[in-house]
């Protein structure tokens, strides 16, 4: 059982570049987000999907794109990534969704991917 | 804008000691705080929650003591061990949701 899966664990961009972040997850989990890391702002939520085919923004969205095509994975696609974007990406899993008491939903974390932008 | 404002930002506690770390909101719809461990290359994991209407939630040597009228909650690490040398983040979320809203983050160092 390996949780939830990143990849690349690094990559390095120039201004402009374009790339695509993977996130795997292999719990049957409804929910998924990413958020990102950065020194003295702690995690902020990007996007986040409630269940496949189902998306919508977080805090900072601005420069980033999803989709849910499968319940399994959760990509996120910097169009023209720009070194604001530097940051450590971490995707994260929930079983369940819509119920009353939200503590019943644990986020299960990636290791998470460490982006440049040069 | 913040909505879970955590301090400190680093705290240094010798081995055997007690860490505290403190966490405030404004949102009194929040119905869930935990407290998530981060190690360094790691992803954050779950370390311990609580709900509002309960006042202190104690799990082995972490403890949460809650203050619903003061709006603040907070994580007490009794007998501290530099195993617990790590980033801490308190958390909170509004009913039926899955998203956190995330404090800054206490980067906790305990001296042998």
């Known amino acids: 059982n390996a949780g939830v899966t990143q990849t690349p664990k690094f990559q390095v961009l120039k201004t402009g570049q374009s790339m695509t972040l993977q996130c795997a997850q292999d719990?049957?989990?409804?929910?998924m987000s990413w958020y990102r890391q950065d020194p003295g702002m702690g995690l902020r939520l990007i996007h986040y999907?409630?269940?496949?085919?189902?998306?919508d923004q977080g805090e900072v969205p601005n420069g980033y794109n999803v989709s849910r095509s499968t319940t399994e994975d959760f990509p996120l696609r910097l169009l023209s990534a720009a070194p604001s974007q530097t940051s450590v990406y971490f995707c994260?899993?929930?079983?369940?969704?819509?119920?009353?008491?939200?503590?019943?939903?644990?986020?299960?974390f990636g290791a998470g991917s460490r982006l440049t932008v040069l | 804008q913040q909505q879970v404002k955590q301090s400190p930002q680093s705290l240094i506690v010798q081995k055997g000691g007690i860490s505290i770390i403190n966490c405030a909101y404004e949102?009194?719809?929040?119905?869930?705080f935990p407290w998530y461990q981060q190690f360094p290359g790691k992803g954050p994991a779950l370390l311990i929650a609580i709900r509002p209407d309960v006042s202190e939630k104690k799990e082995g040597r972490f403890t949460i003591s809650f203050n619903k009228s003061a709006k603040q909650f907070s994580l007490h690490i009794m007998d501290s061990q530099p195993g617990d040398s790590a980033t801490y983040f308190c958390?909170?979320?509004?009913?039926?949701?899955?998203?956190?809203?995330f404090g800054t983050g206490t980067r906790l160092t305990v001296i042998p």
């Open positions: 958390a909170a979320s509004v009913p039926g949701a899955n998203n956190l809203f």
């Open positions: 949102n009194t719809a929040f119905d869930y």
């Open positions: 719990m049957n989990h409804e929910y």
């Open positions: 994260a899993s929930s079983p369940r969704t819509g119920n009353t008491y939200s503590g019943a939903n644990v986020l299960t």
């Open positions: 999907s409630v269940g496949a085919g189902i998306t």
